[in-house]
């Protein structure tokens, strides 16, 4: 993975962390449709490094 994809990809991974806390604060709850919905996002975007990461290794 180049640096310039990695740091975006890591910077935005952070920032969708932080909503999710951010939104699990305010709810109180892991069952919010928001919180569910960040963290799906979330998932989605840790997978997407991994294959990336799996990718330049090869």
Known sequence: MNGTMDKQLRL???QLRDKM???F???KTFQNGEV???SQSLD???VRVQEEQRRWRK
């Open 12 to 14: 935005e991974m952070e």
């Open 21 to 23: 806390v951010e939104s």
């Open 25 to 27: 604060l305010v709810q």
């Open 36 to 38: 569910l919905q960040l």
């Open 44 to 46: 989605v975007l840790i």
